[in-house]
């Protein structure tokens, strides 16, 4: 039950990570597009500075470019104002990288660019901010289909353990003994540990052929603490069918 219910935690966390790779895709897609769209569309006008208003910077800010704690600091934000067909339009700078790169008085003019449809849209002084938005939904769009591409492929692992451990259990099995023979690095991590699977060596009592028996991916912390090369280990075998077989984790 314990291995039913974690393959079903890790499917739905799959399923989870898959919603959110498509809704950041889209989004991403979403904000490039527009941004496309109001390149290519885009007006160009003359803006004049009108006005200068002063904020107080950051903690980060003051901790950057001043030492003196007991200091306040300011940073002076543009007001632009530009005109479209008669109709006035302002529009105050935020950006405090736009505001450090450049040093603005008032009449200073500019060229800026605005949607024709909503003038009050410009994006030239907030070009910094223009591909914020694709980044970000491009960013964790990855992270998502990252995760999804985890999960899916940790749910495929334990739902082919739950396979192999219902087989057991249908099939006619019996208990016996199987001598172990070595330890099988698989390409599973967990908390920084690598997987390992038990091997261990099983004669067919009827036909004297040698089998080599595989456990389940474990933990190095989970092994026996008196596991040792020749312990003999209990184990269910189906006689018909050696290949289904499940290991115990304790020593005979």
Not at 142 to 148: D, H, K, M, S, T
Not at 181 to 198: G, K, S
């Amino acid at each position: 039950m314990l291995i039913r219910r974690t393959s079903n935690e890790a499917t739905l966390a799959a399923v989870i990570s898959l919603t959110l790779a498509i809704l950041f895709t889209g989004s991403g897609i979403f904000a490039l597009q527009k941004n496309r769209i109001f390149a290519t569309s885009a007006v160009a006008t003359k803006a004049e500075v009108i006005e200068l208003v002063r904020a107080a910077q950051t903690a980060a800010d003051v901790a950057s470019t001043n030492k003196d704690e007991n200091r306040t600091e300011f940073t002076y934000f543009p007001v632009f104002q530009y005109r479209v067909s008669g109709t006035v339009f302002e529009h105050r700078a935020s950006d405090r990288n736009l505001a450090a790169g450049r040093s603005y008085s008032v009449g200073d003019t500019t060229t800026i660019y605005y949607n024709p449809e909503n003038p009050a849209e410009i994006r030239d002084i907030l070009s910094s901010e223009a591909t914020t938005a694709p980044k970000l939904f491009g960013f964790l769009a990855g992270l998502a289909w990252f995760l999804f591409a985890m999960f899916t492929l940790h749910s495929f692992r334990l739902a082919k353990f739950e396979s192999r451990r219902r087989s057991v259990r249908q099939n006619v099995v019996t208990e016996t003994k199987c001598t172990f023979f070595a330890l099988e690095a698989t390409n599973e991590r967990v908390q920084n540990a690598r997987m390992v699977r038990m091997v261990c060596r099983w004669v067919h009592p009827e036909t004297g052929t040698e089998w080599l028996l595989r456990s389940s991916s474990l933990h190095p912390t989970a092994l026996p603490p008196e596991l040792e090369l020749g312990t003999l280990i209990s184990c269910k075998v189906d006689f018909d069918n050696p290949a289904s077989h499940e290991i115990s984790l304790s020593a005979a």
